[in-house]
C-alpha cells in the first residue's frame, strides 16, 4: 500500500492517522506497558522499561519547568511526568479519546487541554519548554521544516525542546505487526479487533537528524538508548530568528 489513490494521487495521511488514534485510544497503553500483543517477554520486557528509564532520567534532568507545551498528549504517560516540574501545562491532542484519558490519569487543575489538528494549529503564546513523545515520526517527511517552524513558534527566546521517539527495532511493536524497511515512511498497524489502518511512520537516525536540525537552526543533543528509543533536547542556535 502506499500514500497514492487508485489514480495514482497522493492521499493526505493525517485523516487516517487520526481515525487510527482515535479507534486505539483504549488499548494504547498496552504497547508502552507491554502487554496483550505487544508482550515480548520478561526479558525483552525487562530491557524496554530500562530504556525508559534512561530516558525518564535525561527529561528528569532536562527538567521542564515554568510554562510548558506538550504536543500530541496521547494518555498521559508523559504529561503525568511533565506535571511534576511545570508551573502551567498545555496538553494538544487531535484525538478526544486519548485527551480524556489523560485528563483521568493526571488529574491536575495546572494542566489544561487543547483538541487540535497539530498539523493546522498554531500557539497562542510562548512557552519555557515544549515536550514531544512518539510524535515526530508521524510526521510526513514533507511537513518535518513546518513542524520544527511549530516548535520555534512555541518557544519563548530562551525556550527549550525535548522530545522522545522510537527506534528501527522490530520487536518495539506488537507480535503481529510487520515492519517494512527502514526507510519507508507508511506502515500497516492493525488493531485488537483485527481492524487495520495505514498511517505515518519515519524512523530517524540519530546524527542525521541532528544534521537536519543544525540546518533548521537549532543546537541539538540527540541520544540514543541501546535498542528502542531516540530521544534528544535542544534550543535556537544563537543569532537565529
Same mark, same amino acid.
Given at each position: 500500500?502506499?500514500?497514492?489513490?487508485?489514480?495514482?494521487?497522493?492521499?493526505?495521511?493525517?485523516?487516517?492517522?487520526?481515525?487510527y488514534y482515535r479507534a486505539r485510544a483504549r488499548e494504547y497503553d498496552e504497547w508502552f506497558l507491554r502487554?496483550g500483543r505487544y508482550d515480548r517477554g520478561a526479558e525483552a520486557n525487562r530491557r524496554w522499561f530500562d530504556?525508559?528509564?534512561?530516558?525518564?532520567?535525561?527529561?528528569?534532568?532536562?527538567?521542564?519547568?515554568?510554562?510548558?507545551?506538550?504536543?500530541?498528549?496521547?494518555?498521559?504517560?508523559?504529561?503525568?511526568?511533565?506535571?511534576?516540574?511545570?508551573?502551567?501545562?498545555?496538553?494538544?491532542?487531535?484525538?478526544?479519546?486519548?485527551?480524556?484519558?489523560?485528563?483521568?490519569?493526571?488529574?491536575?487543575?495546572?494542566?489544561?487541554?487543547?483538541?487540535?489538528?497539530?498539523?493546522?494549529?498554531?500557539?497562542?503564546?510562548?512557552?519555557?519548554?515544549?515536550?514531544?513523545?512518539?510524535?515526530?515520526?508521524?510526521?510526513?517527511?514533507?511537513?518535518?521544516?513546518?513542524?520544527?517552524?511549530?516548535?520555534? @513558534?512555541?518557544?519563548?527566546?530562551?525556550? /527549550? +525542546? $525535548?522530545?522522545?521517539? =522510537?527506534?528501527?527495532?522490530?520487536?518495539? #511493536? !506488537?507480535?503481529?505487526?510487520?515492519?517494512?524497511?527502514?526507510?519507508?515512511?507508511?506502515?500497516?498497524?492493525?488493531?485488537?479487533?483485527?481492524?487495520?489502518?495505514?498511517?505515518?511512520?519515519?524512523?530517524?537516525?540519530?546524527?542525521?537528524?541532528?544534521?537536519?536540525?543544525?540546518?533548521?537552526?537549532?543546537? @541539538?543533543?540527540?541520544?540514543?538508548?541501546? /535498542? +528502542? $528509543?531516540?530521544?534528544? =533536547?535542544?534550543?535556537?542556535?544563537?543569532? #537565529? !530568528?
Amino acid at each position: 500500500m502506499s500514500g497514492r489513490d487508485h489514480r495514482g494521487r497522493e492521499v493526505d495521511p493525517i485523516p487516517e492517522q487520526i481515525a487510527y488514534y482515535r479507534a486505539r485510544a483504549r488499548e494504547y497503553d498496552e504497547w508502552f506497558l507491554r502487554r496483550g500483543r505487544y508482550d515480548r517477554g520478561a526479558e525483552a520486557n525487562r530491557r524496554w522499561f530500562d530504556e525508559v528509564e534512561i530516558v525518564r532520567e535525561a527529561l528528569d534532568a532536562f527538567r521542564p519547568a515554568g510554562d510548558v507545551l506538550e504536543l500530541a498528549c496521547g494518555t498521559g504517560i508523559w504529561t503525568e511526568r511533565l506535571a511534576r516540574t511545570a508551573e502551567r501545562l498545555t496538553a494538544v491532542d487531535a484525538v478526544e479519546e486519548m485527551l480524556s484519558l489523560n485528563r483521568d490519569r493526571v488529574g491536575s487543575p495546572r494542566v489544561d487541554y487543547v483538541q487540535a489538528d497539530l498539523f493546522a494549529w498554531r500557539p497562542d503564546r510562548r512557552y519555557d519548554a515544549v515536550f514531544f513523545g512518539f510524535w515526530l515520526s508521524h510526521v510526513p517527511p514533507e511537513r518535518f521544516e513546518e513542524i520544527w517552524s511549530l516548535v520555534a @513558534a512555541a518557544l519563548k527566546p530562551e525556550g /527549550r +525542546f $525535548f522530545f522522545v521517539d =522510537s527506534r528501527y527495532t522490530p520487536d518495539s #511493536t !506488537a507480535i503481529d505487526h510487520r515492519l517494512e524497511g527502514s526507510e519507508a515512511t507508511r506502515v500497516t498497524r492493525r488493531l485488537n479487533d483485527g481492524r487495520e489502518f495505514r498511517i505515518v511512520k519515519v524512523f530517524h537516525e540519530r546524527e542525521r537528524l541532528a544534521r537536519r536540525l543544525a540546518d533548521l537552526g537549532w543546537r @541539538a543533543r540527540v541520544e540514543e538508548t541501546p /535498542r +528502542f $528509543f531516540l530521544y534528544g =533536547s535542544g534550543e535556537r542556535s544563537s543569532g #537565529t !530568528a
